[in-house]
């Protein structure tokens, strides 16, 4: 099976646009995750989709959105663009559970200018 | 809350011998815990599960112990190698069936 995939790998964008990354998950796996991943810090849960509906929220502003397409796709959107918001973002699924195993994405990084 | 410890530190450790890296946890007994490798920019891989009635789980070099009376989790790299040098993270779910991760130990073998 094709692992999980993300596009774009890197992007650079400035302060105040905004940003759509995308995710495709392991075929027949329902949940998606996002987490933000910063230089010395550990993985930061944003949100999780399961069946086109968010079912967990970490603690990350509004600014922060996404949604689930029918066939399990996602995309993560970030407005308004500041320069904290500079990380790895990584893409994850698993089959049911929120809380199965984890197959991560290879990431995309992106650069606020 | 319920928190995950891993040693912040980087572990450095000579080829050849057992690195042994740890993941406390607090105020909750997880019914499984969960071990990712993670090499610099790219997303973590997972490893090994170990549920909570299993005292220790192997695969390959790699072995993980679950001691939930000190709320602890080791994770055993025997023979160790300079490729597997990358960061180790290990992860549970709460009662709230939320993920929580460590913020991961930074393994160096040297040659």
């Known amino acids: 099976k094709a692992g999980v995939t993300q596009t774009p790998r890197y992007l650079i964008k400035t302060r105040g646009q905004q940003v759509t990354l995308s995710c495709s998950p392991i075929?027949?796996?329902?949940?998606v995750s996002w987490y933000q991943q910063t230089p010395g810090q550990g993985l930061q849960f944003l949100f999780e989709?399961?069946?086109?509906?968010?079912?967990n929220k970490g603690n990350f502003p509004g600014r922060f959105s996404g949604r689930q397409f029918s066939n399990s796709r996602s995309e993560m959107n970030v407005s308004t663009l500041e320069l904290g918001d500079s990380a790895l973002y990584l893409c994850?699924?698993?089959?049911?559970?929120?809380?199965?195993?984890?197959?991560f994405g290879p990431g995309t990084r992106l650069t606020v200018l | 809350s319920q928190k995950i410890e891993q040693n912040s530190e980087a572990l450095n450790i000579q080829e050849g011998k057992t690195a042994t890296l740890t993941c406390n946890y607090t105020n909750y007994s997880p019914a499984y815990l969960q071990w990712y490798r993670q090499d610099p920019g790219r997303g973590p891989v997972f490893l090994l599960l170990?549920?909570?009635n299993e005292k220790e789980k192997r695969k390959e070099r790699l072995k993980v112990t679950f001691d939930t009376t000190l709320k602890q989790s080791l994770f055993h790299i025997t023979a160790s190698q300079p490729a597997d040098s990358a960061t180790y993270l290990c992860a549970h779910s709460d009662s709230n069936y939320q993920l929580i991760w460590g913020a991961g130990t930074k393994l160096i073998i040297k040659p």
């Open positions: 170990i549920r909570e």
């Open positions: 994850a699924s698993s089959l049911d559970r929120f809380t199965d195993t984890q197959y």
């Open positions: 989709y399961f069946s086109e509906t968010q079912r």
């Open positions: 075929s027949g796996h329902r949940s």
